[in-house]
């Protein structure tokens, strides 16, 4: 696939200004965590740059659907770059950092939603299952290269904001860049699986509201997409607390004892597109849940399962881990990262699977814009909270109930499963 230009194009664009956004909100939560050393805080933060996903990503899918995707692509990642040129030019301080990661995030949403409506368009039905593994995969090694690489060295090594900022600039234009050599991107038919009538029922902000309604597998999938983004989004929040408090490290080396959770993510992406079109969704989901959940618990009491674990012959090497404050806890949120990572993957690939499959091509931005709402919304309270908590009780409490909540929900939603129709029945065609 990566041999087709479009593709490659559209896949590098999307490399280039991840690494820059991930750099961006990684540096961002550690200057308010070095300024501040409050979990409510960079829980705040988290929500600056999550809020813009309900009123501008709306108004983004819109214009996705509308507007060229690829001129929204370039125009989205060049206002970016100006973005970074006027922070560094700015005064600095704590209120900055919010304003920026609102900027960032408003303007990130009309290039995503763009790159989302894109895709379909250039990819054969019948590989998307495996554009969306690439996609990920694709959105996977930029969060190693910018949280792993890019702020550790310009935050830690040379102590240097601005550097960062300009780095990323540079990252955002070269994305604009690789824009522009996508090509024609093909428009859709507006007589698509359900025609003018149905989209035009309402208010143009409902389109992709009404349209997930009408089709309860979308529905289905729009909700796990939502489940799996809330928690993510909770633990960006609270993860500057865990690895201070958990794992007794700086936020930004304990960051790369995370690192094995973007690595599984790659790997599961792989099984995750062979599997989306094999597999009938309802299973992926429930495995991909289950195993999400059960080792976000896990995770989360590190310290005392690697206790418990020493004592075991085959386990006891833990014990022998000392490295100043890295032991044998960290090794074990190491491993486990892996599997998570793993987890995450098979539920978001077939769950966006299921999305691309059915929804109209004219419909997409819409339609994901909405559902990335609906994550947004749906995190937007707990993360406050869950930041304002972990000041109280401590950060492992709140993982805890996050993982409670999460497969609670995910089993609710399973509960009661769509009803099949003649286009998907059981596996994807």
Known sequence: MLKQRPFRMLSLTRFWSRVAQNSLNFALVLLIVTKTDRALLSS???LALVVPATVAGIVAGA???VLPKRTLVVLGDTVRAGICFLFIRGPG????????AVALSTASQFATAAEGAIMPAIVQREELARANAISHAVAGGAQLLGLGVVTPVALRVFDSPDMLFILAAAMFLLAAFQALLIGRVPRAPRLEVGGEQRDRAGPWWKTGWRYMKGDPLVMHAAIELALISTALIVLGGLIPGYINDVLGLPVDIGALILMPGAIGIVFGLRVAGFLAHRVPHAILSTVGFTAFVALLAMVTFVNQESDFLIGYGMFSWLGTISVGHFDGGGALAM???FPLGFAYAIVAVAAQTV?????PLHLQGRVNSTQNAMAAIAASAPVVAAGALSDVVGVVPVMALLAA???????????APPTRSPRTA???P
């Open 426 to 428: 059981g596996a994807l």
């Open 355 to 359: 999305l691309n499959d059915r929804v």
């Open 405 to 415: 909540a999460i497969g609670l929900a995910a089993a609710m939603n399973l509960r």
């Open 335 to 337: 491993l486990l990262m």
């Open 93 to 100: 301080g704590v209120a900055s950092y919010y304003v920026v």
């Open 44 to 46: 705040l933060l988290v």
């Open 63 to 65: 214009a996705a659907d």
